[in-house]
């Protein structure tokens, strides 16, 4: 039970941290698009955007995970597949 414990205390954190980098490279680049006098930086917003969609991705695999986990701890004979 504690490895499950522990699994979701690291899945939470993994999320927690994905979204401050993720927050901290938005707030970077406003910065720098003030700094280049408006000038949007497309390149970094399309790593943003394929980053956004892979987080979203992990965190769709996670919560399934956690419904299957949460199925088998209900019923102790079903089967997790």
């Avoid at 980098?21 to 790593?47: A, C, F, P, V």
């Avoid at 955007?49 to 956690?66: A, C, F, G, H, I």
Wanted: charged letters at 30%; a negative charge.
């Amino acid at each position: 039970m504690t490895w499950i414990v522990e699994l979701g205390i690291v899945t939470c954190l993994i999320i927690f941290t994905g979204g401050f980098t993720l927050y901290w490279l938005i707030k970077k680049m406003h910065q720098l698009d003030e700094n280049n006098g408006g000038k949007k930086l497309d390149g970094i917003s399309d790593r943003l955007e394929t980053l956004e969609k892979r987080m979203n991705d992990v965190q769709d695999v996670v919560l399934s995970l956690d419904d299957k986990l949460k199925v088998s701890r209900d019923e102790p004979h079903a089967q997790v597949r």
